[in-house]
């Protein structure tokens, strides 16, 4: 593709989701109303917006304009008309969502035992089932789903569709999409956890148009997604963001991966239980959380550190990328809400002067659906570039 070819490519692909947008946020809309906030010629919007009816996202209404009082017809959006799966898989649990274009969850579905983790092969045939029975048990109308979206914890390529490596679920380099794909044959998309929840949180979290939102993942290990205009930045081999094994102290304690230091050495939930364990036996982080709010100093001062290296991690993150929003996620986070506030507080500690107050610091909104969502949206989004 020559650069012209591929400027042009850009631009169409821009004023699509202009227009989109646009639908999505004011309908019922008119064309000429939309041609006057875009700047757009009137046949350029038509052209989108045909291209938009054809696939049966938007529909045409027959409704009086405001204002002028004559008759125009209206633009709105069919959200169940467009349908795509999300898929979360992790150690041991496989959950499925069915989602509209407005990004809810209209079926679900979660699998933790029939699970043949060391066999791919077999799991991704036990997924189709799953996900047909889905399809067929609330009477979904097949052709409304125009795509499938997985989330896996682990290094992975986008653009074969493979699991390059997952330590969770001790695969490597496995087609995965292209196993799913060839019992449903609806067009799977595979990438890494964190960043399609980060997708998720930026199109219908706490944050939803956000132009640079960083999302921070602190859980059995800890990592970064950063969002700019909608997408998902992935580097040069979609590791991008892999924080947890940037150093902290190359004298510090062992990690997984063999190096010493590593940041999720810090906060990681098996490094904190770990420290909990050099005062008494302890199998979970609630327990320590309880022996916290018993006021044992131990475990007020092991939270009080984790807090300490998450509100480093926020600091760094803000003096790398300059985001208007960090999304913290993660079950450390989620399920102890009141790590936010202290994180908050000590922040003050580490921030440099010139980024007070450029960005907004709040928790996960979609929680525990929010990797079944972004996924499903990493599908739409994939569908909508192919399609127009
Ligand atoms: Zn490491």
Redesign the pocket.
Known sequence: MDISKHDQEFIKKKNKNMVLDIIKSSRPISRAKIAKLTSMSATSVGRIVNDLCQIGLVKETEQYSSGVGRKATMLDIDAGSVLTIGVEMDKGVIKIGIVDFDGHIIAENKLTKLYHLDDPVKVARELSEYIQELIDHNEIVISKIIGIGIGVPGIIDMDKGTIVFSSQLGWENVNFAALVESHLHIPTVIDNDLKVKALGETYYGFVKGSKRAVLLGFGSGVGSALVIDGTVYRGESNIAGEI??STVDPNGML???G?RG?L??YIADFTIIQEANKVKPITSIKEIFDSAHNNETWAVQIIDRACTYIAITVSNVVCMYNPDTIILGGHLIEQHVEMLETVKQKINQFIWGPFNGTYKLVSSKLQSNAVIIGAATLALQQRLDHEM
């Open positions: 947890g094994h990690c997984e991966c190096k590593c999720q050495t």
